[in-house]
C-alpha cells in the first residue's frame, strides 16, 4: 500500500491505533465510524503492507527504576559508511541507550540514553565511552521530564 493509496478511513484508523494499540476491532470501528468487518480488513491491510510494524508498550521508565534521561549528541572520528554502521551496532548494544538517531548538523548521531540517577550516569557512560571506539566529541543533557 503506497502512502498515495493510505484514504481518509485509513487515517482515522491510524490516529486510533496510536492512541491505544490495545482496544478491541468493535471499539476500534466505532470510534472510526466503520463496521466491524472493514474495519478489521483495512487494519489488516495497513499491517500487511508494512504500514503499521507493529504494537507497543509504553513504559514508564521511573517505575523501573531509571529515573534519569539523557540526549547525547555524538561525532564520530570516520564519516565511512561502515564506521558509522558499526557505531550504531555497538551502541545499539550497550542497554542504557534507548534509542540512536543519525543526525545531520554538528553531531552526527543523536543517543537517547537512561540510567538509575545522576550518580550512576557517569559510570554508565564511561562503559559507553569504552564500547566506542570510533568517538570524537559529545555533549550531553539531562531531562527531567518523561
Known amino acids: 500500500m503506497s502512502t498515495s493509496r493510505i484514504s481518509a ?3 482515522r484508523i491510524l490516529k486510533q491505533l496510536q492512541t491505544s494499540g490495545r482496544m478491541t476491532n468493535q471499539e476500534l470501528a466505532d470510534k472510526v465510524g466503520m463496521a466491524a468487518s472493514p474495519c478489521w480488513r483495512r487494519t489488516k491491510q495497513l499491517e500487511d503492507s508494512g504500514v503499521i510494524t507493529g ?8 517505575k523501573i527504576g531509571l529515573g534519569l534521561l539523557a540526549f547525547i549528541r555524538v561525532k564520530i572520528d570516520s564519516h565511512s559508511e561502515e564506521d558509522a554502521q558499526r557505531f550504531e551496532q555497538e551502541v545499539g ?3 542504557a541507550v534507548i534509542a540512536c538517531y543519525a543526525i545531520a548538523g554538528d553531531a552526527d548521531f543523536l ?11 557517569p559510570a554508565s557512560q564511561w562503559r559507553w565511552y569504552v564500547a566506542c571506539q570510533a568517538l ?9 521530564g518523561k
Not at 543517543?111 to 550516569?121: G, H, I, M
Not at 570524537?136 to 527531567?144: A, D, G, M, T, W
Request: proline letters at 3%.
Open 55 to 62: 504494537y507497543q508498550a509504553i513504559i514508564d521508565r521511573k
Open 111 to 121: 543517543l537517547q540514553v537512561v540510567a538509575k540517577d545522576l550518580d550512576s550516569f
Open 9 to 11: 478511513a485509513d487515517l
Open 136 to 144: 570524537k566529541r559529545c555533549k550531553r543533557r539531562l531531562c527531567s
Open 93 to 95: 548494544a550497550l542497554p
